[in-house]
């Protein structure tokens, strides 16, 4: 499902993010319960508020990625050097 909302007012980004994290989470909750729900979310088209890796990977799929981070990019120079975007969740 993909959701479009369109406003000219910068000053109701807050309010209209709002609005749309409420129907993404009500629009999920009801297709789980009525045994619709496909957990998955494409990047792409993503809200900031969406968990994409958590919804989208396995837990061996994202230890995989974490794992190839911490080998190529152990200073997280990427996700402090690119900006906007989805990063990998930081390790504890």
């Given at each position: 499902?993909?959701?479009r ?5 910068k000053e ?8 749309a994290d ?6 999920k909750?009801e297709s ?13 088209y ?5 968990d994409v890796?958590?919804?989208t990977?396995s837990?061996?799929n994202m ?14 120079k ?7 975007g989805?990063?990998l969740?930081?390790?504890?």
């Open positions: 499902m993909i959701m909302f369109w406003w000219t007012n109701d980004d807050a309010a209209i993010e709002k609005v409420k129907w993404l989470k009500w629009t909750k789980s319960k009525r045994g619709i729900l496909y957990p998955f979310t494409y990047i792409n993503a809200s900031k508020h969406q890796y958590g919804e990977l837990k061996e230890s995989k990625m974490l794992a190839i981070q911490s080998t190529y990019d152990e200073d997280l990427f996700s402090k050097l690119v900006p906007g989805f990063k969740p930081k390790q504890h």
